[in-house]
């Protein structure tokens, strides 16, 4: 069985974890959720640094924990990103790296002749070459979390785990880390679990995701089809919304724009300097999508897109209601007033149009 | 010559004695205060007591159990006897063994604060890089709690060196076998011989306030985390 089986239950004084999971053995999971939502806690249920005494865990067919066994953390082929730079102040950048390699022999060779090789590729991946021989405490935050990612990567390990890797950091290093993060997700074959609070992170890095509320997961799933529950409106950000992965398809110079293709159809949003042929992702607001019934002509709005309603519900106020509706494949989130639903004659199955009057393009 | 020959025996002495109880107490002290640092267990209280004993108890008070403890009729007396070792008292070892204890609350007290100042993340970051526990203890926690070992080492061996009063009580004053240098000032004293007591106690205060010096002057930096 690959992937990942998760269940832990905890019962501390003021908190209580208890969930069962299912987690795809490759792609980015982002365990989501308020402080206190217990996703730290899992995290490091998984990695053995907590002990759930009831709990199971196997990591693409290999148990770590069940019933008669308990493996320690150091014999779980893991890579863990603490939240705070967590690198050892009395080793040089390289003796950081080596730290763990030089402990992970054997497990290292089963993927790579040359352990070496799999700590080039970190160190090329993270581009910290230029910082070897440096002391920790001579870098600034930002690239002492790429040396400690590039050190858990170096392990070539079957999981690598990251809690909150970034929330230490402020606005302009969250930046600077964020396209390594994104280059390493398209790198990865294995499963990375990434917990996190924050929402653009999210939309930007998660494949999956799992919402964490009161040591319970609320929701769990591909992103896309997960924040398109209308039974369970995930407010990632602002507002609810899709985030869909897309292809830059075409570039318009004169106008700045650059059309972007997803299953289902394709949009124009502002060039954000992508190569024709990058994966990009686009977030689409419930509250920027209109809808109408024949397409429009005379407005300003650049993307309108043919769809059909899936399923309607309430929204937070009773004035408004929230559709679902599918371009193609691909599911978009609507919200309009309960006025114009019921004066359109909304329902399921029903083919409209669909205007998207702001797209937000996410790395 | 500034020191007689006998002086100069009591100086070698003492820094044998200083440097045998420093070495054994860090090896002693070591487990001791990376439990104490580290433990939740509810008898951690009781131990920190015991450990910081010698720190409050009169000498004299210390040096007489251990008397009666090591003596023909106590049980480590009865046992070094049995292991045909004979008895302790008015010996060097038996010297070593009272200053080891009088010294302890010495080594294991920087030590247990230098331990604790790491935290517990280190440690897991070296379980998470494939560290085994004794593994990321010598190659984590101690060169992180350098700063405190150092500290500890000679703060052990300073205070051994001005002990007096358990060794009064426990060794008594054998030349080159117990007569440390401040039994030696004292018996200079007691002769009235106040010129090789100034030379011996001036000897002892140039060293005393060298080791603080170098101890606060020169303490190395504590490394920063990162």
Redesign the interface.
Known sequence: MGGIQARFKLDWPGFALDVDLDLPARGVTALFGHSGSGKTTLLRCIAGLERSPQGRLTVNGAVWQDDARWLPTHQRPLGYVFQEASLFPHLTVLGNLRYGLQRSGGSATQHTPDPGAALDAAIELLGIRHLLERKPDRLSGGERQRVSMARALALRPRLLLMDEPLAALDHQRKQEILPYLERLHRALDIPLLYVSHAPDEVARLADHIVVLEAGRAVATGPLTDTLARLDLPIQLGEDVGVVLDAVVAERDAAWHLARVEFPGGSLWVRDGGQRIGDPVRVRILARDVSIALQPVNGTSIQNCLAATVEQMAGDHHPALSLLRLRVGPSPVLARLTQRSAVGLGLAPGMPVWVQIKAVALIG | MFLNDSDLQAIWLTIRLAGIVTLILLLLGTPIAWWLARSKAWWKGPLSAVVALPLVLPPSVLGFYLLLAMGPNGPVGQFTTALGLGLLPFTFWGLVIASVFYSLPFMVQPLQTAFESIGE??L??????????L??FF??AV??ALPGFLTASILTFAHTVGEFGVVLMIGGNIPGVTRVASVQIYDHVEALEYLQAHRLSAVMLVFSFVVLLVLYAWRPKP????
């Open positions: 993340r280190p897991e970051v070296a379980a998470t890089l494939r560290a085994s526990p593994d990321a190659t984590v060169p992180l490394v920063r985390g990162a």
